[in-house]
Nanobody, 124 residues
Framework: QVQLVESGGGLVQPGGSLRLSCAVSGRTFSTVAIGWFRQAPGQERQFVAAISRGGSSTSYADSVKGRFTISRDNAKNTVYLQIDSLKPEDTAVYYC?????????????????WGQGTQVTVSS
């Protein structure tokens, strides 16, 4: 059974940084496309970033371009989301998701498995 486990969230001041991790088990990691999404209270889950199976392709939401960086370490079965210059509006639960059939996925509805999420709170 495939499992995704997010970690690295927390409380950080505006302008700070965090690195979120998404550990994947139960599947050959190099065959899995990964996306990060976030959901703030009362809002829909929104796309943040995605990375292709081999890591050669990435995509970001306009609101995070230049501040967020997605990467993957296939040897550790882990995808990372480096978040810099955090803003209060980045406060949300961050989820990673996996797709097993496509090389690169941007649509929330196409992902097959989701993690439980990790809370990121940006506040002074």
């Amino acid at each position: 059974q495939v499992q995704l486990v997010e970690s690295g969230g927390g409380l950080v001041q505006p302008g700070g940084s965090l690195r979120l991790s998404c550990a994947v088990s139960g599947r050959t990691f190099s065959t899995v496309a990964i996306g990060w999404f976030r959901q703030a209270p009362g809002q829909e889950r929104q796309f943040v970033a995605a990375i292709s199976r081999g890591g050669s392709s990435t995509s970001y939401a306009d609101s995070v371009k230049g501040r967020f960086t997605i990467s993957r370490d296939n040897a550790k079965n882990t995808v990372y989301l480096q978040i810099d210059s955090l803003k209060p509006e980045d406060t949300a639960v961050y989820y990673c998701a996996a797709d097993f059939t496509r090389r690169f996925v941007l649509s929330r509805d196409q992902y097959d498995v989701w993690g439980q999420g990790t809370q990121v709170t940006v506040s002074s």
